[in-house]
T-cell receptor
C-alpha cells in the first residue's frame, strides 16, 4: 500500500469554525490532490498541488484553501465551515500526474453541525 | 466542466451472473481509468486505457475504451461476492493534470 495517511479520520465541528485536514505521504510523489465524495456526485476535485508551494484549484474550490510547504504534507483548510461541507474527504498522490496512477488515502469523514 | 455519467447507478445481481457497467461522456478524453472502492476505504486503481478501441483484461474483468475515446465499459464474467463495491471511472483531459470522476456504479453481488 502507498504510504498515505490522513488526519483526523473523523471530525465533528460546528458551523463557522475553522477546520484543517492533513494529508501526509512517505512516497515522495510530486502530485497531491484533495477530493470530496458525496452521494450521487462521485469524487470531485477541490484543489491539487504539483510541487512544493505550487497549487491550483479544482472544480469545487470555493470555501477551501490549501498549502504545501513540504513535499510530504498537503493541508486542506475550511476557513469557516458550513453544513454543505459535510462530506468524506480523500487525499490522493501520484508520481507523474495525468494518466499516472492516483493512490488514495483512507479518507476523513467531516460533519459540520 | 466535462461530465462522466455512469450507468447503472446501482446494480444487484446473483453470484455467477455476468454484468456490464458503462461510463459515458460527450467529451473526448486522453485516457480513462477505472477504480474500485470498498466501504470505508479510498478508491484503488484497476486499469488505465489510453488508446481508442483498446481492450484490457484483468482476470474476470474486461475493460474497453470506445473508439472515439468518449466512453468505456467494464464487463464482469461470473461475478463473485468479492466484486462488490463502488466502481468509478475517471477521465484524463488533454493538457492538464486533473482527473474527472464519474458518478459511480454501486455493485452488490449476492451469494
Amino acid at each position: 500500500d502507498a504510504g498515505i495517511t490522513q488526519s483526523p479520520r473523523h471530525k465533528v465541528t460546528e458551523t463557522g469554525t475553522p477546520v484543517t485536514l492533513r494529508c501526509h505521504q512517505t512516497e515522495n510523489h510530486r502530485y497531491m490532490y484533495w477530493y470530496r465524495q458525496d452521494p450521487g456526485h462521485g469524487l470531485r476535485l477541490i484543489h491539487y498541488s504539483y510541487g512544493v508551494k505550487d497549487t491550483d484549484k479544482g472544480e469545487v474550490s470555493d470555501g477551501y484553501s490549501v498549502s504545501r510547504s513540504k513535499t510530504e504534507d498537503f493541508l486542506l483548510t475550511l476557513e469557516s465551515a458550513t453544513s454543505s461541507q459535510t462530506s468524506v474527504y480523500f487525499c490522493a498522490i501520484s508520481r507523474q500526474g495525468k494518466t499516472d496512477t492516483q493512490y488514495f488515502g483512507p479518507g476523513t469523514r467531516l460533519t459540520v453541525l | 466542466t466535462q461530465l462522466l455519467e455512469q450507468s447503472p447507478q446501482f446494480l444487484s445481481i446473483q453470484e455467477g451472473e455476468n454484468l456490464t457497467v458503462y461510463c459515458n461522456s460527450s467529451s473526448v478524453f486522453s485516457s480513462l481509468q477505472w477504480y474500485r472502492q470498498e466501504p470505508g476505504e479510498g478508491p484503488v486503481l484497476l486499469v488505465t486505457v489510453v488508446t481508442g478501441g483498446e481492450v484490457k483484461k484483468l482476470k474476470r474483468l474486461t475493460f474497453q475504451f470506445g473508439d472515439a475515446r468518449k466512453d468505456s465499459s467494464l464487463h464482469i464474467t461470473a461475478a463473485q461476492p468479492g466484486d462488490t463495491g463502488l466502481y468509478l471511472c475517471a477521465g484524463s483531459n488533454f493538457g492538464n493534470e486533473k482527473l474527472t470522476f464519474g458518478t459511480g456504479t454501486r455493485l452488490t453481488i449476492i451469494p
